[in-house]
């Protein structure tokens, strides 16, 4: 059981950015995308989810063996896609909690209602776990709300969808370290043997506080290099000067 | 997700299932029918069968005149008003009954019209009284007792004109004379139906008093006028809902409905329609407010062909409130031409617009407003928020505010917003599972959410689901 990304190159408005990218996150494992700015690693994150301004020219995603290129973007969420993103969207007049709410029922079949009580309660506890405050649910989502309280939001709404296969796009970034501590508890929260976590980030930081059993390195749109965890660290100390020097860029 | 407003068969079907809430319509049963097109005759035929007063027959005739004289109004106006063909409309259709007080009473396929579209029931639910019309006249008119004890007048204005003369003549015609446009006088030459209102003295009405207008009969034009007089210091709420089937041909609603709020007295007039798409909604809306006195126009504008309606409120006793509500949804082949009036006629008198449109596909949202404040004025304040929302390239919206200002001791505020539901928004919310057609609903509502927050609870409901379907048509 995972998700499987097999040889996919994808384009934007003809420039291709994709350009064969293999990777595999099993159930119940951890992995993080390392890479320069510009490498493709936000990209991957959006074709996975199929946003419709990439166009996949080649290879395949597929979510425990089934092909998922074919789906509109709601039904890959609703196949266990989680997409965390690096810069939420507003959405004025809607409140976090309806917000949530339509997103549960339309996991639904036709005809059967969320249980308000017992989705409130679920809502609550969870927002327990990310220490935010009550009134939250009544503001709109992700309105004026601050860089911190946006990726917060993100983790909230992670773990109320309970999806199979996560995608983190650089959910550390903007966050001081007290919400970083916050973050990284919720997602280690998340970790479980019924689940694929997938990190994207610049930084090392976060791999501090969630610790992944992979760490690869992504750039000009292809994984270049795969190690554990040791490697986050290599790359904090030496950066990604090695690409340029190493030859692991496809010429 | 498809930029083109295109809509699969399943949508359709499941569109439709749901529109048939107000798309029927019975076989005609008319025992008065004044024949197709407009003429001296046709008046004359209506006053005949409605054995109207000779000053009433007079005014009719006169206002006819007018109607000749003006001409459309398509200098300013769409053009789309050149295909209202006069001669092809019907302009009387009765049936011959009085407006009957018990529902049992009033004649089967009216009363399953107004069951399927749930008047009784919410009747039941929580209305003070009930005005049900059909076509040209009213089938049901019906308040509470106690009410009625309490002085409270709630009739047709048939009967309002013949049983409460000495009310109704002195305000009838004087908010909106005859001649304040094409639509008016041509009202006032056949109008029949409406409501006439009258609150004694500070009597504060709990519940809403409600309307319901439906068109049954097709190349029809319903032409109701509606009269509301609160006396000093008393309080109403009166809300009106609209719905015809949907025929081939066009159909013309063209109503006139004045208020009257007199001193410290409170009015607010609540419209949720949703006419079909062949309907030609042009109406005109205006309240006077005397000193202290306030008057709210709560207006929500779903469906029809072209709708032209710009509620206002003349300002005439110093610290008199007028307020226009109003939210506008333009769905293809659509145009919502909406907007307000403002007329300020005493000091300190003050004044509130806020208009929110959104355009779906071809829907075109257009706000007109105008804000007259004299230079002899002191103290006087308005407000004007429009906000519209575009839903694909292809819609269109425009604003024509007029605020006219004369002198330097008053507060005027302008604020306009354009916003689109982007890609980016639907995206986000797509991610998280939601449908395409009920993100699109879900971005609707948020935006209209705290303009929705003032209607009743019960239109409330039925708002949010009117904007539920109206999305789900509108993507593929």
Known sequence: MSLVIKDLHANVEDTPILKGVNLEIPKGEVHAIMGPNGSGKSTLSKVVAGHEDYEVTSGSVSLDGEDILELDVDERSRAGIFLAFQYPAEVPGVSNANFIRAALQARLPKGEEIDAVAYYKDLYSKMDVLEMNRKFTARAVNEGFSGGEKKRNEILQMMMLDPQYCILDETDSGLDIDALKIVAKGVNAMRSPDRGILMITHYQRLLDYIEPDYVHVMADGQIVKTGGKELALELEESGYDFLKDGGLVNA | ?476
Not at chain 2, 56 to 72: G, H, I, N
Not at chain 2, 160 to 185: C, M, Q, Y
Not at chain 2, 315 to 343: F, P
Not at chain 2, 427 to 445: D, P, T
């Open chain 2, 1 to 476: 997700m498809s930029a083109e407003a295109t809509i699969d068969q399943e949508t359709q079907n499941a569109i439709d299932i749901d529109r048939a809430k107000g798309d029927f319509h019975f076989p005609e049963n008319h025992k008065y029918d004044a024949g197709v097109g407009l003429s001296t005759d046709t008046i004359n035929y209506i006053s005949d069968v409605k054995n109207d007063p000779d000053w009433v027959r007079a005014y009719r005739l006169k206002a006819y005149e007018t109607f000749l004289s003006k001409p459309m109004p398509t200098n300013w106006a769409t053009e789309d008003l050149n295909n209202i063909h006069f001669d092809d409309i019907r302009y009387y259709l009765a049936d011959g009954q009085k407006p009957m007080r018990n529902w049992e009473d009033v004649p089967a396929e009216v009363l399953e019209t107004f069951e399927r579209l749930g008047v009784p029931e919410q009747e039941r639910a929580f209305l003070a009284g009930v005005e049900a019309q059909y076509d040209s006249e009213t089938a049901y008119s019906s308040v509470k007792e106690e009410l009625e004890k309490d002085g409270v007048i709630f009739v047709n204005s048939t009967e309002g004109l013949k049983e409460h003369e000495e009310i109704f003549r002195p305000w009838f015609g004087k908010v909106i004379p005859t001649g304040d446009n094409k639509f008016s006088a041509l009202n006032s030459a056949v109008f029949s139906g409406g409501s006439f209102i009258y609150i004694p003295k500070g009597l504060k009405v709990k519940h809403p008093l409600q309307a319901y207008f439906r068109i049954n009969s097709e190349n029809f034009g319903q032409f109701e006028r509606t009269l509301i007089i609160a006396d000093e210091g008393a309080e109403v709420m009166y809300m009106e809902g609209c719905t015809a089937p949907k025929f081939e041909s066009t159909t013309l609603h063209s109503a006139v409905v004045e208020l009257v709020a007199m001193k410290g007295a409170k009015i607010q007039y609540v419209t949720v329609q949703n006419w079909s798409s062949n309907v030609f909604n042009l109406v005109t809306k205006r309240g006077l407010a005397h000193e202290d006195a306030e008057v709210r126009w709560i207006d929500c504008n779903i469906g029809s062909r072209l709708t032209m309606k710009y509620p206002g409120v003349v300002m005439k006793g110093e610290r008199a409130r007028g307020e226009v509500i109003s939210i506008a949804l333009a769905n293809d082949g659509q145009h919502q031409d909406t907007g307000a009036k403002m007329i300020h006629a005493a000091d300190n008198t003050t004044s509130n617009v806020v208009s929110k449109s959104i355009s779906v596909g071809e829907g075109r949202a257009t706000y007109r407003g105008q804000v007259l404040i004299p230079k002899h004025l002191k103290g006087c304040k308005n407000n004007t928020e429009c906000d519209a929302l575009m839903i694909n390239a292809n819609s269109k919206t425009d604003t024509y505010p007029a605020i006219t200002v004369r002198g330097n001791q008053h507060v005027t505020q302008h604020e306009a917003s354009v916003s689109q539901v982007s890609q980016e928004m639907l995206f986000y919310m797509q991610q998280r599972g939601i449908s395409e057609a009920a993100a699109m609903s879900l971005a609707v509502n948020g935006f209209i959410n705290d303009l929705v927050s003032e209607f009743p609870m019960e239109y409330s409901v039925e708002l949010k689901r009117l904007i539920e379907l109206e999305m789900e048509g509108s993507v593929g």
